[in-house]
């Protein structure tokens, strides 16, 4: 690897959005034949840097250096053109094309005016052959599995003659096998001297492919480090913000300190979820009264596991049980019906309808307990609506205001009562307080606990160790869709957490076992 001019430096660059802060002072540098990692939580800004190297944004301010020359690319046809390209996490190939079609879209060679198949089928072979794969570039992209779909992204990202090749959380669907495959054609590229800037969470896979990785945070690029002198607890560290030494202190959230009173009953375990890719062995308990944290870094399966449960993704191996018994949830509707509500981690793309009301929003899950023969019940409607704007305090002008009108604290609060007017026995909360203003942060932590206080069961994924640390009765790490530590309240500090994301490492006693032999809190 060439370090001594690099192929692509950013420096300052910056983007707003309506209301948001993208970027702001972001740096990156590749040389050439690097492999660079670029890492960060949700948020980070990641994926609005790609995108302005890529052409598909525009930066505000701030340069862009390429090959040694100022660039500032308008479409995603200048940045190839330029020798950038970017294969995102989903393929943006045409699936009934062939391979070679796919390969050379946009660019066919043509003889006379007509596209010279033989000629477009022998450059999709040599092309592909430099990346060791050996295929039929006759047959349909679809009739190839993930993987080699992938390599022909790469072989169409060759045909340009890129220097450089972003890959967007390319091992996402991957199974080990294929992952390994990527991975050869990635060590080819570099031995080629092309570039590739690595997207990803899985730090295994991190370790194994790229040489530098760029840390960025809250829009900022707040590191950049030689992966081999790098320990993964500091990796995981600046990811988060937080310094190794970093002690558990209470009172950085509106959680108070007293335990919960938790009780001997089982409301939830779930035991060795596993799905393909995804899940390899996630096991959770919660006890009746009890809020469980679900930590873990971006990838590491918190999402799928609670998805899995409210059967809103299927699984292929493992056991669900809900108050004692096990259950074989088909639909989300058979979940509801359990006592189990579900608060997704996006929102706007799961949570809300934008375009209907505060009230349409808020009893959307309830409407069949308030109707007769289709109709519904206004009056009823009315009181579960008028009963929960004013218990949870949400502001709004009235409850036929749309719900795209309010705060994200307001929206979420609308979600929280969708699920509250069904008196359930166990809530899903998943990042509850994520993109919400302080003070509404603070009436949902306050919220949460009182939900707590009253019996209702809590299973909730937070990327905030002090969320997770002051508001949980106990906290279970996952990695790599895997559950690989277990932590009570009492014994957790933000190093035992940090070190168990890091590593799988860390814990006080097996992180499975212990949901069984464990008093729940408040028995003690």
């Known amino acids: 690897m060439n370090q001594a001019v ?3 430096t950013i420096e300052h660059v910056r983007k707003t959005f309506p209301g948001v802060v993208a970027l702001t002072d972001a740096h990156l540098q590749v040389f050439p034949g690097e492999v660079h990692a670029l890492v960060g939580q949700n948020g980070a800004g990641k994926s609005t840097l790609i995108k302005i190297l890529s052409g598909a944004y525009t930066r505000e301010s701030g340069s862009i250096t390429f090959e040694g020359q100022p660039v500032n690319f308008h479409t995603p046809q200048q940045a190839q053109n ?8 989903e393929i943006n190939l045409v699936p009934l094309r062939t391979v070679a079609e796919n390969i050379y879209m946009g660019k066919e060679p043509r003889r006379w005016g007509f596209i010279n198949w033989r000629a477009m089928n022998e450059g999709a072979r040599t092309l592909l ?7 039929d570039v006759t047959r349909p992209l679809l009739s190839y599995n993930i993987a080699l779909q992938q390599m022909v992204a790469i072989a169409r990202a060759l045909s340009f003659e890129s220097r450089l090749v972003i890959m967007d959380e390319p091992t996402s669907s991957l199974n080990e096998h294929e992952v390994e495959t990527l991975f050869d054609s990635i060590r080819q590229l570099q031995s080629e001297g092309v570039s590739t800037l690595f997207v990803g969470h899985r730090l295994d896979e991190i ?3 790229c040489d530098r990785v760029t840390i960025m945070r809250d829009g900022r690029t707040v590191d950049v480090r030689d992966l081999h002198s790098l320990p993964r607890v500091e990796l995981v560290s600046r990811m988060l913000g937080k310094e190794q030494s970093d002690l558990r202190q209470h009172g950085q959230t509106s959680f108070t300190p007293e335990q919960h009173h938790a009780q001997a009953k089982v409301v939830l375990e779930a035991h060795d979820l596993r ?3 995804v899940l390899h062995g996630a096991s959770v308990r919660v006890h009746a009264g009890e809020i469980v944290g679900l930590g873990g870094l971006l ?23 809900v108050e004692g018994e096990q259950t074989h949830f088909r639909t989300p509707i058979d979940a509801i019906r359990a006592g189990i509500g579900f608060c997704s981690e996006d929102r706007k793309a799961d949570g809300i309808i934008p375009f209907l009301s505060v009230r349409e929003n808020m009893t959307l899950a309830v409407l069949p307990r308030i109707s007769r023969y289709g109709i519904v019940s206004r009056q009823k409607q009315q009181e579960i609506v008028d009963t929960f704007i004013r218990r949870l305090d949400i502001k709004t002008s009235g409850p036929d205001q749309p719900i795209r009108e309010l705060s994200g604290g307001n929206q979420q609060k609308v979600l929280l009562a969708r699920w509250l007017c069904l008196d359930p026995t166990l809530l899903l909360l998943d990042e509850p307080t994520r993109g919400i203003d302080i003070g509404a942060k603070a009436e949902i932590q306050g919220l949460i606990e009182e939900l707590a206080e009253k019996g209702v069961s809590m299973l909730m994924i937070s990327s905030e160790l002090e969320e997770l640390i002051e508001g949980c009765d106990r906290i279970v790490i996952l990695r790599d869709g895997k559950s690989v530590a277990s932590f009570a309240r009492n014994e957790v500090t933000q190093d035992a957490l940090m070190a168990a994301m890091a590593h799988g490492e860390g814990e006080p006693k097996p992180p499975v076992s212990d949901l069984k032999t464990e008093a729940p809190r408040g028995e003690d």
Request: hydrophobic share 40%.
């Open 6 to 8: 690099p192929l692509l």
């Open 207 to 209: 370790y194994t492919i």
């Open 129 to 135: 052959e430099r990346l060791h794969i050996s295929i």
């Open 299 to 321: 990838g590491s399966g918190r999402s799928e596991v609670v998805r899995a449960i409210f059967a809103a993704d299927p699984i292929e191996g493992g056991t669900i049980s």
């Open 275 to 277: 799905r393909s890719v």
């Open 82 to 89: 330029a020798g950038i390209s970017t294969i995102y996490q």
